[in-house]
């Protein structure tokens, strides 16, 4: 077996470094196969006894040479191993051997360390104990760390899981967006085959006509033409006996006025004058109008029920008016009314959450809710009447009930200078000046650069979010989130006493 003190033997003389795929010259000296093909490449002798050589790639690998400097290479990792594993365990600044652990600095120590003041009060622990300390640590942390990588293991899934869903959402979304493109793409198609079909037809029936026509013009004007080359053949006789012969014998209508007669007036052209109708100048607006009557589902038919005394709905149940006011109900604190008016949507909502005629005390409770006011009857007495301010704040709600699916609905706002749309708790607000988006402990202004006349409000009762467009461009206005709203819900409707009510909020039907 190979010694490590044969090591310099086995050294290459070029690399310096034990061989590596020894190969042997013909003047006996040896070198890696590597190393002598790059100094060949350079000059074709040997660089210990400079004996010319032709090339090095060529000659066999030395086997035995190769054997003894693999077991060379060996022993000198081996003994690098123990040096090092020796070292390790000797405190490298006292040469001691490291048989304490720091707890308090995490790391090896020995005796002289523990005594110094580098370690002064600070907490030691014997190696054995201190190892099996920690392994015990390490170990639960283990089990603890496996479970959690079982726990996100199974978030993971769980959101692989909702990752494949809301592809799969996707794509029923995409085919049924797709179907629902097609009928209309087949109305337009089949709508628009009809109409050119109607077209060609009036096309073809006032051809017919001008054809009926040109014939009857095409007959007259050939008649006339032979009629004007037999005259003309007449007065080429100079002759009277044989001009006259010639003109009766040819002629059996009689005199030349009666054969001259004009014809033009039995003649009349025909013009073209047909039409398609609406469908020529407002085509597109009636086709709109005819697709939406095949187009599911519409928007919600909405009949509206009043909720305040001061609200007249119209006979069809769809408009809401003010009606002229004869006396007020009011509240003996100025201030209170003030802030009300701004929150009174809310607030109604609160008291007619049953849906029914709001009395007295219930608006007061609602105000005491709202304000923070005490529940006491000497803090908020209903016999308080004054004059200060009125409630102007009329409150109206759709008879339908939306608990499941989607819904949507347009009103027309017209030029009223407050309303409020939505559900209980959740609207879109306009006090004249300024909208905004109200939830509940929740306000956010908006900006328009012109007035809706229109809005359009989607409701989405499996998420609860509340949507508003303008339904004239339909551009989204802004979204809230319901998801404190109880189902089954209505449309709320909120507007201001207004007199002579000449602007009423309408529900739009399609």
């Not at 405190?91 to 051997?97: A, D, G, K, L, R």
């Amino acid at each position: 077996m190979a010694s490590v003190s044969y090591a310099e033997d086995l050294a290459c003389s070029v690399c310096l470094t034990i061989f590596t795929d020894p190969v042997t010259l013909p003047c006996g000296h040896s070198f890696c196969r590597q190393c002598i093909t790059k100094v060949l490449n350079m000059e074709q002798h040997c660089p210990q006894c400079r004996t010319a050589v032709a090339e090095a790639t060529s000659l066999p690998t030395s086997l035995i040479l190769q054997s003894l400097a693999k077991r060379a290479k060996e022993e000198e990792l081996k003994k690098g191993r123990s040096l090092t594993a020796e070292v390790a365990e000797l405190c490298p600044e006292h040469e001691e051997n490291l048989k304490l652990f720091c707890i308090t600095d995490q790391q090896l120590a020995c005796i002289i360390c523990r005594d110094g003041e580098e370690h002064e009060g600070h907490r030691f622990k014997p190696v054995k104990e201190a190892a099996a300390s920690l392994r015990k640590e390490l170990q639960t942390f283990q089990q603890h760390a496996a479970d959690d990588i079982h726990a996100i293991e199974g978030l993971a899934d769980i959101q692989k899981n909702e990752m494949l869903k809301t592809r799969e959402r996707s794509q029923k979304l995409t085919i049924q967006i797709r179907k629902q493109f097609q009928e209309m793409h087949d109305f337009l198609r089949r709508r628009e085959n009809e109409i050119k079909t109607e077209l060609k037809h009036k096309e073809e029936d006032s051809v017919g006509k001008m054809r009926e026509a040109l014939e009857a013009i095409d007959i007259v004007l050939s008649d006339s033409r032979e009629l004007k080359e037999k005259v003309n053949l007449v007065l080429k006789i100079p002759e009277p006996e044989n001009f006259l012969k010639s003109w009766t014998e040819g002629n059996k209508m009689g005199t030349a006025g009666h054969v001259f007669r004009p014809r033009l007036n039995e003649l009349q052209v025909v013009n073209s004058s047909f039409s398609l109708g609406p469908y020529e100048s407002h085509l597109q607006f009636f086709l709109w109008k005819e697709m939406l009557q095949m187009i599911q589902p519409r928007a919600e038919l909405l009949t509206l029920k009043s909720k305040s005394p001061d609200v007249v709905v119209s006979d069809d149940r769809r408009s809401l008016f003010c009606k002229p006011k004869t006396n007020h109900t009011t509240l003996g604190t100025s201030s209170l009314l003030k802030a009300g008016a701004s929150h009174f949507g809310a607030a109604s909502g609160q008291a007619f959450s049953s849906f029914g005629q709001p009395t007295y005390v219930e608006t007061i409770e609602s105000y005491r809710g709202l304000f923070g006011v005490s529940a006491k009857a000497d803090n908020l007495n209903p016999n308080l009447i004054g004059t200060n301010a009125t409630l102007d704040l009329q409150t109206a709600c759709s008879d339908n009930e939306f608990g499941a699916g989607q819904y949507y609905w347009e009103i027309e706002v017209g030029s009223r200078d407050y309303w409020e749309l939505g559900i209980i708790h959740n609207f879109l607000k306009f006090d004249g000046v300024q909208y905004a988006t109200c939830g509940p402990n929740v306000t956010k202004k908006l900006q328009f650069q012109t007035r809706p006349r229109k809005i359009g409000v989607y409701f989405d009762c499996p998420s609860k979010e509340l949507s508003f467009y303008d339904a004239d461009t339909m551009k989204k206005i802004h979204s809230v989130s319901a998801v404190f709203v109880s189902m089954p819900v209505s449309a709320q409707i909120n507007i201001k006493f207004k007199q002579p009510d000449h602007s009423p909020i309408t529900v739009c039907w399609y």
